[in-house]
């Protein structure tokens, strides 16, 4: 696995690199770039010198030191702790070394990952969208966001340096929305690689044990987090064909699939041929019915019956799973156990969910709900490729998180 690491400043980028390195033996992986090229304070710290790691790759890696006033500076930065000892520094300095391999551009740091794609690599060096663009095309490949609250961070970034809130703001904007004195085009920002995002962090805790237990349970290099699970891919694609849907009281979508295979795809609206029911097809769901206390009947086809009515009994066969993102209501449910359909998975609920349950039950159909904030999904389309994981405050006064 590869993981990038992009935020705002002092969001707490490094901290989250050394978790994975000292928790999980990541490798850390560093970009080497001339000052002109280097981001902000945080990612700021002298390279002194270069050294071979090995003659398999001597030309595109090599491990670097930092003398004794940097990587006082630098571990200072990380944890937002006073200087450390001598002792200290020749400690991490040795770690470092020991960890971290340096490249001379992103092709080659590109070339190495890929020919290790067994191991675990970790870096904060991808900074533009056309850097990323290149590593996301690896199926190995996460990109990893990370933001704190901007007073937060603001509160950080004084332990380190001497600036004021307004410029902080004013570079905060620069970051996250692009340079005023450069094109739309032209500007790189956080924001441009919100499309590329696998998970979204928001760091406001105020202890790295916090942080860490957070991360534990994130479980980052947990498989799911590159593939869906089956579950997570089929209960997608049924949000996405609620996307579809044109009735005028919910949108609903589900999906049939024999052995991993899709059969059929519904969502709910109004029949083939017949005025959508979001452009006055239906008069019961635009609640336009007669005044004379008279109900007319719902047009709509539900989703489920779509999905059934296209696949047919015979396509249906055995061992039938109903993907939908809403729980069946009960004419839905009387035809799912009529067609041999054998398990319902269904995400939202819906009012009538434990009768539909008592009838599952009594004709053998297995019924599970699949929340997809409770573990790993793909986020439904309207969330634009971004999954967002939130964290509370912790109550802990331990060591800052940068």
């Known amino acids: 696995m590869f993981i ?28 080497i770039q001339s000052d002109s090229n280097v981001g902000g304070t945080e990612e700021k710290f002298e390279v002194i010198e270069l050294a071979s790691t090995s003659s398999e790759h001597s030309n595109a890696t090599s491990r670097y030191r930092m003398n004794t006033s940097d990587v006082a500076k630098h571990l200072s930065f990380l944890s937002m702790s006073p200087l450390p000892s001598p002792a200290t520094i020749r400690t991490q300095q040795q770690f470092t070394q020991q960890q971290s391999l340096c490249f001379s551009s ?39 966001s990370v933001d704190a609250p901007l007073l937060e961070r603001f509160h950080r970034s004084k332990s380190f340096v001497n600036i004021s809130l307004a410029d902080f703001i004013a570079e905060d904007d620069r970051v996250v929305f692009g340079s005023r004195y450069l094109s739309s085009s032209q500007a790189e920002s956080l924001q441009k690689l919100n499309d590329l995002v696998n998970i979204q962090i928001v760091n406001s805790f105020s202890s790295l044990s916090g942080l860490h237990s957070y991360l534990d349970n994130l479980d980052l290099l947990h498989p799911e987090h590159l593939r869906p699970s089956w579950d997570a891919y089929f209960m997608t694609l049924a949000s996405l064909a609620s996307r579809r849907s044109n009735c005028m009281k919910r949108r609903v979508g ?34 336009t019915n007669d005044t004379n206390g008279k109900c007319q009947e719902c047009l709509c086809l539900h989703a489920e019956e779509n999905a059934l009515l296209e ?8 061992d039938c799973v109903l993907y939908c993102n809403t729980c069946p209501c009960l004419k839905c449910t009387v035809k799912i156990i009529q067609t041999g359909v ?46 967002s994981l939130t964290s509370e405050p912790e109550s802990d006064h331990d060591t800052i998180v940068l």
Do not use: M
């Not at 990038?4 to 970009?31: C, D, M, P, Q, W």
């Not at 080659?108 to 020919?115: F, P, Q, S, W």
């Not at 024999?258 to 959508?276: F, I, K, M, P, S």
């Open 342 to 387: 054998k398990t319902v998975v269904y995400n939202l609920t819906y009012k009538v969910d434990d009768a539909s349950a008592a009838l599952f039950k009594e004709a053998g159909v297995q019924l599970r709900r699949y929340d997809p904030n409770t573990r790993f999904r793909l986020p439904p389309a309207e969330d634009e490729g971004l999954i």
């Open 254 to 287: 589900a999906l049939l699939v024999r052995e991993n295979r899709v059969l059929a795809t519904g969502y709910n609206g109004t029949a083939r041929g017949l005025l959508n029911c979001n452009e006055g097809g239906c008069a019961h769901c635009n609640g």
């Open 106 to 144: 992103h092709t080659e740091l590109l070339d190495y990952v890929t020919k290790n794609w067994r191991n675990d690599f970790v870096t904060s060096d991808l900074r533009t969208r056309s850097l990323i663009e290149t590593f996301v095309r690896r199926p190995f490949f996460l990109l990893v």
């Open 311 to 318: 696949a047919g009994r015979e396509r249906i066969g055995q």
């Open 4 to 31: 990038a690491i992009v935020g705002t400043r002092f969001s707490g980028k490094s901290s989250i690199e050394n978790y994975l390195v000292s928790s999980h033996g990541f490798t850390l992986v560093r970009i």
